[in-house]
């Protein structure tokens, strides 16, 4: 072994990670606690409001993370997106637009906690259009059912929740406009398998259980996505956050299926 190397504490998973499923839990509890947080100061200070251009409103929103919680890593690029630009899925990057008076716009960051990641995105609206609101308010009625459906459905695949979540946005009259639905979440980085990436995303192609074990022995855990979108009136909103964490989330359940 270099001599540069250390190696994981006794009993703990290969790269050093916390074993403890208890531990491992409540830290991603607490990171989202903490984004929640932020989110909501967010709001409070005016950092979304007319006139703002997207790309300034990030650096706003990262500024504030550092004021209030030192933080200074994000494991995916940080969105801030208005106007037609919130159509565009995560991997797109838009022209950086200024938002107008009476905009819909989103936010989606993944802030890193003391080496725990959250991943977590709302919708605010601007002005008082009324499709837009519904749109906004419509996002955590579909995310709601869709914990239900992962709840109900112990041996769920990744694409079979993409499937509903799909089918749920066009119940509710929109369109879903995410390429995926959600993704593994955990201790920085998160697990990712080597070759074969589709199998950490709530997406087509995902044919594996998502309640299982990743290749250290630990309990996946998983971002659940809504991303909905009405391309005619160029709007779209996005809601993200822990899917089998928190309140409705099957908690330590998931990891009892290999």
Excluded at 114 to 124: L, N
Excluded at 150 to 161: A, H, K, N, R, V
Aim: hydrophobic letters at 40%.
């Amino acid at each position: 072994m270099d001599g540069s190397a250390r190696a994981a504490p006794p009993g703990s998973p290969r790269g050093g990670g916390i074993e403890d499923e208890a531990v491992r839990a409540a830290r991603l509890l607490d990171a989202q606690a903490k984004a929640e947080e932020l989110f909501a100061a967010i709001q409070a200070r005016g950092l979304i409001a007319a006139g703002v251009r997207e790309i300034s409103a990030s650096n706003a929103i990262r500024d504030l993370a550092a004021d209030m919680f030192g933080v200074d890593r994000y494991w995916h690029k940080r969105i801030v997106r208005a106007g037609p630009n919130t159509l565009q899925p995560y991997k797109e990057n838009p022209p950086d637009r200024a938002i107008a008076a009476d905009d819909i716009v989103f936010c989606d960051f993944g802030p890193i906690f003391e080496a725990w990641e959250a991943d977590f995105g709302r919708t605010y609206v601007l002005g008082d259009d009324p499709d837009k609101l519904r749109l906004r308010d419509t996002l955590p009625v579909v995310f709601e059912a869709g914990r239900r459906f992962f709840d109900s459905s112990p041996e769920i695949t990744g694409e079979q929740l993409f499937a509903h979540m799909v089918g749920l946005a066009q119940a509710a009259g929109w369109t879903f406009g995410g390429t995926i639905a959600g993704h593994l979440v955990g201790q920085f980085p998160h697990e990712k398998i080597k070759g074969a990436e589709i199998f950490s995303y709530i997406a087509p192609g995902n044919d594996r259980p998502m309640r299982r074990l990743d290749r250290n022995g630990q309990v996946c855990h998983w971002i659940l996505e809504v991303h909905l979108t009405d391309p005619p009136q160029q709007i779209g909103g996005f809601f993200e956050e822990l899917l089998d964490l928190g309140p409705g989330g099957d908690q330590l359940g998931s990891g009892q299926v290999s």
